[in-house]
């Protein structure tokens, strides 16, 4: 079975663009969460939906943003982008309703430089 | 700041050897799991332990939960190359909220 997919592997952009970065997760898996982990530092949380719905946000300015599709595949949305952005962002899904509260299975991540 | 600091920071060890890695949180939480990291890449799930559990173990590895002291303890038996990574605790709180502590790096010298 696929595990966490997520593209693109690797970007590059400039201060005060857009991305957006993609997730689906394992087939069957209702739950997708976002994390930002710079370099040299643990994963920070910035979103959790489930079945579509936020079910849960880090402390990350409204510039980052997400939505999840009826295929529960999820997307990424940073705005206005500044050079502390630059990151490996991580996706991660679970299986129940449980959300965070359960085991994550990690996608391999896409890695964001701002330049 | 993150809710779970972790040390040590580095650790060096012989293989055969044990490795033990700790973690400290601050609020209560519902469940604390550990995570290995490889060269920066995306995590893998090691164990989960809930709040109201002290111990758990899984193939070589053993973890324990004093919430008393808010302390969370990951040993690696017979320590083998592969097992050089970084490894993340996390903390689940009854609020819905992930934190990832600092991390450890691993590395095993074969």
């Known amino acids: 079975d696929a595990g966490v997919t997520q593209s693109p592997t690797h970007l590059i952009k400039t201060r005060g663009q857009h991305v957006t970065l993609r997730c689906s997760p394992i087939?069957?898996?209702?739950?997708v969460s976002w994390y930002q982990q710079v370099l040299g530092q643990g994963p920070q949380f910035i979103f959790q939906y489930y079945e579509k719905e936020e079910r849960g946000r880090g402390n990350f300015p409204d510039r980052f943003s997400a939505r999840q599709f009826p295929n529960y595949s999820s997307e990424l949305n940073v705005n206005a982008l500044l050079l502390g952005d630059s990151a490996l962002y991580l996706c991660?899904?679970?299986?129940?309703?449980?959300?965070?509260?359960?085991?994550?299975?990690f996608g391999p991540g896409t890695r964001l430089l701002v330049l | 700041s993150q809710q779970g600091e972790e040390d040590p920071q580095a650790l060096s060890i012989q293989e055969g050897e044990n490795a033990t890695m700790n973690c400290s949180y601050k609020t209560s939480i519902n469940n604390l799991q550990w995570y290995r990291q490889n060269s920066g890449r995306g995590l893998v799930h090691l164990i989960l332990?809930?709040?109201?559990?002290r111990e758990k173990h899984s193939g070589r590895l053993r973890v324990t939960l004093d919430t008393s002291k808010k302390s969370s303890s990951l040993l690696i038996t017979a320590s083998r190359a592969a097992d050089t990574a970084s490894y993340f605790c996390?903390?689940?709180?009854?609020?819905?909220?992930?934190?990832f502590g600092t991390g450890t790096s691993l590395t095993v010298i074969p």
């Open positions: 996390a903390t689940v709180t009854k609020g819905n909220q992930f934190y």
């Open positions: 991660a899904s679970t299986g129940g309703g449980q959300g965070l509260q359960e085991t994550q299975y």
């Open positions: 087939s069957g898996h209702k739950s």
């Open positions: 332990i809930r709040s109201n559990e």
